[in-house]
């Protein structure tokens, strides 16, 4: 089975820019989760989604969206980018049939590095 | 939700030692997971322990649970210089997002 894949592997933005992030989830998985990791606040939580829903949410402005498809692929969005936006951005992909995500297994893409100048 | 410390936040070790690394959180779990991360690369999970089960092994990994202390460890033994990287827990109940803590950095020394 392939695993999580994100696109793209890196990407430069500038200030006041948007981006979008992709990530396509192991088959038959219906739960993805994003991250945003920075060597001063470690990773953290973004959101989650679940059949085209978002199930849970981080403690990250509204600048910050994402959204899932019928496939279980996800987008994430950043509009207004800020320079403390650059970061590793990870999702992780489960199969979500637990109720809760975090009773299953996560894995994990290789995470879109994103830089903000 | 909550959030697993991982404790130390560094070690450092000689190949071939073993390594230890805690976890402590502050409510009730249903099951408390390990992953590891690899120097800028996505994490990697390695262990899910549920709240019933006191010790788990997997090949060099033996993590142990002890609900009353509300703590878990990771050991690896027979440590070699790829086991070097970050090491998170994430302690969890049912419906609650996954909070990681600030992670174990690991350095195997040759």
């Known amino acids: 089975k392939a695993g999580v894949t994100q696109t793209p592997r890196y990407l430069i933005k500038t200030r006041g820019q948007q981006v979008t992030l992709s990530c396509s989830p192991i088959?038959?998985?219906?739960?993805v989760s994003w991250y945003q990791q920075t060597p001063g606040q470690g990773l953290q939580f973004l959101f989650e989604?679940?059949?085209?829903?978002?199930?849970n949410k981080g403690n990250f402005p509204g600048r910050f969206s994402g959204r899932q498809f019928s496939n279980s692929r996800s987008e994430m969005n950043v509009s207004t980018l800020e320079l403390g936006d650059s970061a590793l951005y990870l999702c992780?992909?489960?199969?979500?049939?637990?109720?809760?995500?975090?009773?299953?297994?996560?894995?994990f893409g290789p995470g879109t590095r994103l830089t903000v100048l | 939700s909550q959030q697993g410390e991982e404790d130390p936040q560094a070690l450092s070790i000689q190949e071939g030692e073993n390594a230890t690394m805690n976890c402590s959180y502050k409510?009730?779990?249903?099951?408390l997971q390990w992953y590891r991360q690899n120097s800028g690369r996505g994490l990697v999970h390695l262990i899910l322990?549920?709240?019933?089960?006191r010790e788990k092994h997997s090949g060099r990994l033996r993590v142990t649970l002890d609900t009353s202390k509300k703590s878990s460890s990771l050991l690896i033994t027979a440590s070699r210089a790829a086991d070097t990287a970050s090491y998170f827990c994430a302690p969890a109940n049912r419906d609650d997002k996954i909070i990681f803590g600030k992670g174990t950095r690991l350095h195997i020394l040759p």
């Open positions: 992780a992909s489960s199969l979500g049939t637990s109720g809760g995500v975090v009773t299953d297994t996560q894995y």
């Open positions: 088959s038959g998985h219906r739960s």
């Open positions: 409510t009730s779990i249903n099951n």
């Open positions: 989604y679940f059949s085209e829903t978002q199930r």
């Open positions: 322990i549920r709240s019933n089960e």
